[in-house]
């Protein structure tokens, strides 16, 4: 087992993976309190060799790493990525492409949403993987060749994946579509929350215009606060602070204070003056400073029963077509279908989405298919005219 721990060594990995055509790689880390992850393991592997790099180690540059990770000519081969990229994207400055997730192929070849990967492993490669190491301490050293060894398990199965979810993604055509799917993951707002956008994140119970800026320049504050401080975001206050002193607008610190719920300590917060001013500077602007949220659309009352067809029509199309239902279609795009139908805008009446089962959903909005129970199955009918 390959254990990197100095520079040379990572060089020498890094420039021998660079001509690799993909690397699969993991990463251990623990955020539970702070608000950055701090890297504790990588793992990777390339179709010819393996290693865990230890972030940790005293004076290990990682910039070899980091420059294969931004090597375009290479495909990142990880599973469940979100978390992972946005370390890498703290590290980087920029988000690695390109990037395969073998969960969203594994869900565009009927896997279900969301699959594990001890069950994909289990699934494509009949190994059942141990997990009793699952709840290690990664930031501990030493570490003991049992948790190393699990952990670069998620690296080596990782690789064998790769080649077969290709192979029969491309047998289903669904190549494309994976690569649509994953294009989500690299919008960087992903992983670098602008102060300024962070209210996107709340559910404002107010429309409001002054309790809108407040809401807002409150959440930036605790944004930037969060930041600084490298801790949780809950550990500054949590969201429902944030609606009471949008609500309340408070204009001074003896004012914040004797809202319930506010932290008992945060009078005595570095930058809390800032956030009294940006409460009264939200307020003395609120017309100009305040976000506009979109009116939610007018739904028809009574859309329930179509709504449950147009879900089990999703059902029987996508475990007909071995393709997990939520990469077709949302429950929420589904009531806008039964609403809507044909202006409905979604992304189920366009392209492949369309082809598989949009045109059928919007056929049996108009009453050209119905749905037929025969013993125990559901079938699928063309309404007879």
């Avoid at 940790?56 to 990142?76: R, S």
């Avoid at 408070?250 to 570095?270: E, F, T, V, W, Y």
């Amino acid at each position: 087992m390959k254990i990197i721990t100095d520079t040379d060594s990572l060089h020498k990995f890094c420039q021998k993976a660079s001509s690799a055509p993909f690397i699969a790689v993991d990463t251990e880390f623990m955020r539970e309190r702070t608000f950055y992850s701090i890297l504790a393991l990588i793992q990777i592997a390339t179709p010819d060799d393996e290693a865990i790099i230890d972030p940790l180690a005293k004076g290990l540059d990682m910039t070899p790493f980091l420059e294969l990770l931004l090597d375009e000519k290479i495909t990142k081969v990880l599973h469940s990525s979100r978390q992972d990229y946005e370390i890498f994207y703290q590290m980087c400055g920029e988000v690695p492409k390109p990037l395969f997730d073998t969960q969203i192929a594994a869900m565009a070849l009927g896997y279900g949403e969301s699959i594990g990967y001890l069950a994909l492993v289990k699934g494509e490669l009949g190994i059942k993987l141990d997990k009793g190491q699952r709840f290690t301490d990664w930031m501990k050293r030493p570490l003991s060749d049992k948790q190393l060894s699990y952990a670069l398990a998620d690296v080596t199965h990782l690789r064998d994946l790769y080649p077969g979810l290709v192979r029969k993604l491309k047998q289903k055509g669904r190549t494309d579509l994976v690569k649509e799917e994953m294009q989500a993951l690299y919008d960087e707002t992903l992983y670098n929350f602008d102060p300024d956008l962070v209210w996107r994140r709340l559910k404002p119970k107010s429309r409001h215009t002054a309790y809108l800026a407040v809401m807002k320049a409150v959440a930036a504050w605790r944004e930037k606060q969060a930041k600084a401080r490298n801790i949780p975001r809950n550990r500054v206050f949590k969201d429902d602070v944030i609606y009471q002193i949008a609500q309340r607008r408070p204009r001074s610190l003896k004012d914040l204070s004797a809202l319930r719920g506010i932290p008992p300590g945060l009078h005595k917060q570095k930058n809390v003056d800032r956030l009294i001013k940006a409460i009264g500077h939200a307020c003395d602007n609120a017309d100009k400073l305040a976000p506009v949220i979109p009116k939610p659309v007018n739904m028809p009352a009574g859309l329930g029963p179509a709504t449950e067809m147009l879900k089990t029509l999703l059902r029987i199309r996508a475990e007909n077509e071995g393709i997990a239902p939520r990469i077709v279609a949302s429950n929420a795009e589904l009531e806008k279908i039964a609403a809507f139908g044909e202006d409905a805008d979604v992304k189920t009446l366009k392209g492949w989405r369309r082809k598989l089962f949009g045109e059928e959903a919007l056929k049996m909005r108009e009453g050209k298919l119905s749905l037929r129970l025969i013993g125990k199955d559901v079938v699928v009918e063309a309404v007879k005219s």
